[in-house]
């Protein structure tokens, strides 16, 4: 079996096992999901979709988060974890927003990299999510188990990751899988305990038991 054949039934399985898969972050407005998607790094979707509620009570737009002093983002924000950075991040990033683009986000990939906090795996959930254009997000649980899975051998850097499965990946099927991934990777290939093979959609075509 081919990574490309492997890839093409992961895609049909996991389509199957998680059909409504989509992104965990909570948001109901573009630049929401720019600002829970900075404060996931090293935190839980979980916890971030907790703490932005009482974000957006304070500051309900991003003018209000633009004019926020970066201290009482901060102090808001810090049960996620890097929160001095993370909340000097998001006022720069709200202060591009309204004043070089009315309070909307970016459309394109390369304006949203040029975002302060923003790279390739967020852009590209931006890129998904938002927009519904081909992307791939090379988080976490996507890097481990497209090297378990075998789709990817042993490359552990995001972008290597990206562009490897670029190539195997129809571009239309990218942000879903990686959606899925997430879900598969939170409840049966997981990290922190051994995988749970047994109950696992892909054992067979996995090449970690081929």
């Known amino acids: 079996m081919t990574k490309k054949q492997r890839a093409l039934e992961a895609i049909r399985r996991l389509k199957e096992e998680y059909p409504d898969a989509g992104c965990t972050l909570d948001y109901d407005q573009a630049w929401k999901l720019l600002v829970s998607v900075r404060l996931a790094a090293q935190c839980t979707d979980a916890r971030v979709n907790v703490v932005v509620e009482d974000l957006y009570a304070k500051y309900p737009d991003v003018e209000a988060l633009a004019k926020a002093d970066p201290e009482e983002i901060e102090a808001i924000v810090k049960p996620c974890g890097l929160g001095k950075s993370k909340a000097r991040d998001i006022s720069a990033c709200m202060r591009i927003l309204h004043e070089q683009y009315e309070d909307n986000i970016p ?104």
Do not use: Q
């Open 107 to 210: 459309t394109t990939f390369e304006e949203l990299l040029k975002l302060p906090g923003v790279g390739r795996k967020s852009a590209n959930l931006i890129m998904g999510d938002v927009f519904g254009k081909p992307a791939i997000v090379t988080d976490t649980h996507c890097i481990r188990l497209t090297n378990r899975i075998g789709l990817v051998d042993n490359i552990k850097e995001p972008k290597k990751v990206e562009m490897a499965l670029w190539k195997i990946i129809p571009p239309e099927e990218g942000s879903d899988f990686c959606h899925r991934l997430v879900y598969h990777g939170r409840d049966v290939c997981t990290a922190r305990t051994k995988p749970h093979c047994d109950k696992c959609c892909l054992e067979d075509i996995c090449k970690k038991n081929i």
